[in-house]
């Protein structure tokens, strides 16, 4: 095994009986999953047996994912497996916070409920949506976002790959104009425009929210989405300014990798940042955390 890095998956991989398996398999897992259940009634629950509409609201997504990453992590350290340096994409990166020790497991928790809150109610202003586009270069999704007033790059998470946010109803022909184009937009399964301006509300009462958290200093390399460096400026600043501002998940990757990141464990109930790995760069190796541990259970 190489140089590890933890990656905490974002909005998008969530799905119903996620960490099911996982809590009745390691106790550590069940613990974590118990702490949440303390000060959110019901989010093991919503977890194991929510319905897929359930958890696509943003307010039980992130708790929910959280739950389920932090879970994972508690397996992971039991273990023995500590990574050099974590990173997270989107509500990922408070989980990747929480396995640098910059905060507790339980703060971390709170933070997430508060930031789905909020995020929520901003989407509930509008009626936004998001896609990921693929086949286009990130110069041309930019130049087609530009046509629209309301639709934003958001998330640029690997070659030939770009999310965007922007109103509904101008969702559609941003679509048909990515078809031309030769590209192709697929809808996300998020409710709301996240890394845009439709989330700047979110973004300063997030920060209010942060401030009041006792921060302490990093244990391990944390990357951040809004540089896609390692965090040199205050927390609260990078945790909250992501909320409406792009991803820069491939610049990200590539940065850990400059750093002499060789393999990456997605934590996560998916595989979506395995396979933008994957994507960024061949050479380096990428599982999900339950591939992981299914092969070093096997050993």
Aim: hydrophobic share 40%.
């Amino acid at each position: 095994m190489g140089k590890i890095a933890f990656v905490f998956s974002g909005q998008g991989d969530q799905y119903p009986g996620m960490g099911k398996e996982l809590a009745e398999t390691y106790p550590a897992a069940s613990i974590v999953f118990g702490m949440c259940d303390r000060l959110r009634p019901g989010t093991s629950a919503q977890c194991f047996e929510g319905t897929e509409e359930e958890l696509k609201e943003t307010k039980n997504t992130q708790p929910c994912l959280y739950a389920f990453e932090l879970a994972a992590v508690a397996v992971l350290r039991e273990k023995g497996y500590r990574p050099m340096a974590v990173a997270g994409f989107s509500l990922g990166e408070i989980a990747a916070a929480a396995a640098a020790d910059i905060f507790d497991y339980e703060t971390g928790f709170q933070l997430v409920c508060k930031r789905g809150e909020l995020m929520q109610h901003e989407a509930e202003k509008f009626d936004t949506a998001m896609a990921a586009v693929v086949k286009l270069s990130p110069k041309q999704v930019q130049e087609i976002c530009e046509k629209y007033p309301d639709v934003y790059a958001v998330n640029f998470n690997a070659p030939g790959q770009v999310s965007v946010s922007g109103l509904a109803s101008q969702m559609k022909a941003f679509s048909a104009e990515v078809k031309k184009a030769g590209g192709r937009a697929i809808p996300l399964k998020v409710k709301g425009a996240f890394h845009s301006p439709f989330m700047d509300g979110a973004a300063h009462a997030f920060a209010a929210e942060l401030a009041k958290v006792d921060m302490k200093d990093m244990a391990i390399k944390l990357y951040s989405n809004l540089t896609s460096e390692p965090y040199t400026e205050d927390a609260v600043s990078l945790l909250s300014k992501q909320i409406c501002n792009p991803v820069q998940w491939e610049k990200l990757v590539r940065n850990m990798i400059k750093d002499g990141i060789d393999t990456f464990i997605e934590i996560g109930p998916g595989k979506t940042l395995t396979n933008m790995i994957h994507k960024i760069s061949p050479e380096v190796t990428a599982c999900s955390v339950m591939d992981y541990l299914t092969e070093v259970e096997s050993c």
